[in-house]
């Protein structure tokens, strides 16, 4: 047998991949790779949706911490002839706070504080006194805040009002209700990421008007 005759023959019987075999072959491996990327993703989604409720829990508590703290603070400008409460509706708040105001003053000079949703933001907003003493008048409202987003109350209140022995107040007091707030309920529902849909967040708190 001739060296030719030898190497065709060794050519011929190494055995290749048929084309079954690695059709086969792709299958598996797109079905290995399939799960492989579907576990990676469902991890990312799991810790893009633990940062997301982790962030609206802490803006919303953080929001709701500083709504509260000048809602305590709401004060008269005039020694007890105006109410500490300029307007309350299910999504407004407007009030006198002087947080800057010391335990010895005798002649508060507060800003006008508005909270209130606007395009599903909970913002915030003061307007400055004009005048050495009161009555004041008001500057226009100035340094607009986004205290939380997005905000989906929908029908539901995020302010209520009620007195100081807790009988609840129309949703849009008058004037002379106004001067009977004692308490004032907070209720913020904050859209969240949940995987690939939008879950929400309920934040509720009732504070009392120390200075009512």
Avoid: C
């Avoid at 075999?21 to 990327?37: K, Y």
């Avoid at 109410?83 to 800057?100: G, H, I, K, Q, R």
């Amino acid at each position: 047998m001739t060296a030719r005759a030898r190497i065709r023959g060794r050519l011929r019987d190494q055995g290749g991949f048929s084309l079954t075999e690695l059709l086969v072959a792709m299958i598996l491996a797109s079905i290995f790779a399939t799960g492989l990327f579907a576990f990676f993703f469902s991890g990312v989604d799991a810790t893009r949706t633990h940062e997301s409720q982790a962030r609206a829990q802490a803006d919303g508590r953080t929001a709701l911490a500083r709504l509260v703290r000048e809602a305590r603070q709401a004060i008269s400008p005039d020694d007890g002839l105006t109410s500490p409460v300029v307007l309350l509706s299910p999504t407004e708040l407007v009030m006198y706070v002087d947080p800057s105001r010391a335990l010895t003053a005798t002649t508060p000079r507060p800003h006008k504080v508005r909270w209130a949703v606007v395009s599903g933001r909970l913002v915030r907003e003061s307007a400055a006194p004009v005048g050495a003493s009161a009555p004041f008048t008001y500057n226009a409202y100035t340094g607009r805040q986004t205290m939380l987003a997005p905000v989906q109350n929908g029908a539901t209140p995020v302010f209520a009002a009620a007195t100081g022995a807790g009988d609840p107040l129309p949703a849009t007091p008058s004037a002379a209700q106004l001067r009977e707030v004692g308490r004032i309920a907070v209720r913020l529902v904050v859209g969240q990421r949940s995987g690939g849909t939008t879950s929400t967040l309920e934040l509720s708190t009732d504070v009392a008007l120390r200075n009512a």
